[in-house]
Structures are given as structure tokens and as C-alpha cells.
């Protein structure tokens, strides 16, 4: 089942520029995970963060949570054509995955 | 990292007929095993959890005479989509779960996904 919201459905931004997604879930969760898609493809894992954990870093990427308020957020700093993707949000609760709708990214050279 | 592939990548078949996708995990020992479809631009639904050796526990909506699942290994699972229509057609994708080295028990590692179109 779909547990989250994303938002913004979709980004463009120049290379170099910083891009920052949110998602947004409705229960408890046990951690909140980041996904990429390119066009067509299998899901590649960037990123997990614990409910217990407010911040993580991972080369360019950050990720956020705020158990509160129920988000999180992913920012991807100096951004590359390679980034053009489409980012997951999922969240894991009691040992399913569920995953948001998506941001589909555009990083024009 | 863990990598999980899938056979095959794309398949294209008559209605009616039966495809069978593979899921493997390739240096590690999947414990459950996941099964998704994806429509066009839509996110992954979850439809079966599989644990080896055991029956699949399918999401609701989800059909499990027409998806039949079976985990016979700690290293393969495999999805049928019996007689296939084409409203069946999507992306598949599955993962798999277990430990590997430093991953950790709750990461979940993705296979490259099978086109299945049905004409």
C-alpha cells in the first residue's frame, strides 16, 4: 500500500543548483528510506534513516526526519546531469516497505 | 553491495498465457522476498511478501491464484502471472531481505525490474 506523499511531483534545476524533495507518511515507522529510479529500471538504495535519527548525510545527499511531524526531506547539493531520476521516498514499518509517490527530477546541463 | 537479479528483463506474450519471472539474490541469503508492480509513473505497489519455504502473504486486491508465488530457496523466488491479460501489463519488480555482510537486516535490495507486456 502507499503510505506517503511527495512533493513536488517533479523538479527541474541547472546543474549545480541544490534540489530538496519532501515526503510526508501517515503511521509509525521503524526507519525511512531513499530510493532513485532511472527511466525504466530497478531501484537503487541511497539512504536510511532510523526513526531515532533527526539528520544523515551521505556524500551530497541529506536526508531529514522529523518523526512529529511525520516528513522527511532529501536534498541533493551541486547537482549533476546523473541525478535526473525519479527519488522514492518509503518507510518501514513493521517489515514492509511502502513507498511514496515520487519526485521526478530534471537537472538540465 | 547485495545484488538481486531478475529474468528476464522483458517479456512480451499472448492473453492467455502463463509468464514466470526469477528472482535471485546472488551473494547473500534472502530470507523474505518481495514482489511489486509499477504502472507507468506511478509509484511501487506492494503485492506479496514471500518467506522460503512457506506460503506468500498477498497485499489486499491482490489475486493470489493469478499471481502464484513460490520461494523455494534461500536464493530464488519466482512470480507466474497465470493466463495474462492485458491490464497485467506493468513493471515488476522484486527485492529481497536478509543479512549480508554489514547491510544490515532491514535494507531491502532491488532487482532490475521485467517489463511484461501482454497483447
Known amino acids: 500500500s502507499q503510505q506517503g506523499e511527495e512533493d513536488p511531483q517533479a523538479l527541474s534545476i541547472q546543474e549545480g543548483e541544490n534540489a530538496t524533495m519532501n515526503c510526508s507518511y501517515k503511521?509509525?515507522?521503524?526507519?525511512l528510506q531513499w530510493y532513485r529510479q532511472n527511466s525504466g529500471r530497478g531501484l537503487v538504495h541511497l539512504i536510511l534513516?532510523?526513526?531515532?535519527?533527526r539528520e544523515k548525510h551521505s556524500g551530497r545527499l541529506r536526508v531529514t526526519l522529523d518523526t512529529s511531524k511525520k516528513s522527511s526531506s532529501l536534498l541533493i547539493t551541486a547537482s549533476r546531469a546523473a541525478d535526473t531520476a525519479s527519488y522514492f521516498c518509503a518507510t518501514l514499518t513493521d517489515y514492509k516497505l511502502s513507498f511514496g509517490a515520487g519526485t521526478t527530477v530534471t537537472v538540465r546541463a | 553491495g547485495a545484488v538481486v537479479s531478475q529474468h528476464p528483463s522483458r517479456v512480451i506474450c499472448k492473453s492467455g498465457t502463463s509468464v514466470k519471472i526469477e528472482c535471485r539474490s546472488l551473494d547473500f541469503q534472502a530470507t523474505t522476498m518481495f514482489w511489486y508492480r509499477q504502472f507507468p509513473k506511478q509509484s511501487l505497489m506492494l503485492m506479496a511478501t514471500s518467506n522460503e519455504g512457506s506460503k506468500a502473504t498477498y497485499e489486499q486486491g491482490v489475486e493470489k491464484d493469478k499471481f502464484l508465488i513460490n520461494h523455494a530457496s534461500l536464493t530464488l523466488s519466482t512470480l507466474t502471472v497465470t493466463s495474462a491479460h492485458p491490464e497485467d501489463s506493468s513493471f515488476y519488480i522484486c527485492s529481497a531481505r536478509g543479512l549480508a555482510g554489514a547491510t544490515g537486516y532491514d535494507t531491502q535490495y532491488f532487482g532490475p525490474g521485467t517489463r511484461l507486456t501482454v497483447l
Open positions: 503511521t509509525s515507522i521503524n526507519n
Open positions: 534513516i532510523r526513526s531515532n535519527e
